[in-house]
């Protein structure tokens, strides 16, 4: 059997994050940064101004979070039981509709991902991610451009165009 279950089912590592190339449609996503020696997501909105240019450059950030998390669940118990369980309050800045200027507090499950040493992350192909930001965007998904097959949403072959 192949996949990443078969590749790393049997690693130790209790914390797996897909990443996958950063194109230009990219480039407000998360990334992972190696932070003294340990594995760190670093959000489009946790990084100051003066460095936003060179965050969003596929060049010099050339991965991005996906989202797609393998994590122990025996292990998240352990650090939620233990209060060791510590991720990153991420400020952002939002103007609402009727133009008000907000600060949205949120967390990133990713973040998570340093507080298990040995944690790594595997650069998959674009194809396993599909990005759902919005409502259309599920919609897409849901909709018969996409297939099930055997678990993993597929391109419907009946829709694809040729290349």
């Known amino acids: 059997s192949s996949g990443i279950n078969a590749e790393y089912g049997g690693s130790k590592s209790q914390f797996i994050a ?3 190339n950063k194109t230009r449609a990219d480039v407000k ?3 992972l940064i190696d932070y003294n020696g ?4 670093l959000e489009y909105a946790q990084v100051p101004p003066e460095h936003v240019d060179d965050f969003k450059c ?3 950030f050339k991965i ?3 989202n797609n998390l393998w994590i122990s669940m025996s292990a998240i118990k352990e650090r939620v039981d233990q209060g060791i369980l510590d991720r990153d309050i991420i400020e952002n800045h939002k103007t609402l509709d009727d133009g008000r200027n907000v600060i949205q507090l949120e967390t990133a499950v990713g ?3 340093k507080n298990f040493p040995g944690a790594f992350a595997i650069n998959v192909p674009r194809s396993r991610f599909l990005p759902v930001k919005q409502t259309s965007d599920l919609l897409l ?3 018969n ?7 993993v949403i597929k391109m419907s072959p009946d829709r694809q165009f040729p290349t």
């Open 18 to 20: 897909e990443v996958t």
């Open 29 to 31: 996503g998360g990334t």
């Open 38 to 41: 340990q594995a760190k997501l």
């Open 58 to 60: 596929v060049k010099k």
């Open 64 to 66: 991005f979070n996906t």
């Open 111 to 113: 973040a998570a991902i």
């Open 141 to 143: 998904v849901m909709s």
């Open 145 to 151: 451009l996409y297939k099930l097959e055997s678990g």
